[in-house]
């Protein structure tokens, strides 16, 4: 996971060095109480002694990227989303402790993969390392 802030929240050598939950301070986005990866940013908190009051609740990090980018507060997010975020409205910074993020390719259970859907996920799944390899900005 990645936290998400406006652009100069943190210094620039800031950037770089991973965020716990005692850095979550201000207007905090949070995300649907069903969350799968919001209640482990949830749980991270509380093993860390801290309970996180979000002032604003989204259904998707789409939506909470695109409140950070209009300066509406922080966001903890996947970190394909925070790739998307805009590097002039937004700075990012990896999540600790690391909450590992899977991508899963849906099928129809009674039909392989044709070659070129094959070639399809092949090529998002390379897109999604690539992405991942370059961290955050």
Known sequence: MT?????G??????CQAP??????VGDLIGHAENDPLGELVVAACEAQ??????RTVVQTYQIARSLVEAGGGMAVVDPFTAA??????VQRRPWAPAIPVQ???LTASHSPLSHGARQLANCIGSAARACLARGPA
Request: proline fraction near 9%; avoid cysteine.
């Open 103 to 105: 991508l899963f390719l």
């Open 84 to 89: 998307a975020a805009s590097a002039a409205l």
């Open 3 to 7: 936290v998400i802030a406006p652009a």
């Open 19 to 24: 965020l716990s939950a005692p850095g979550l």
């Open 49 to 54: 002694h801290i309970q996180p009051v979000f």
């Open 9 to 14: 929240y943190w210094r620039a050598d800031e």
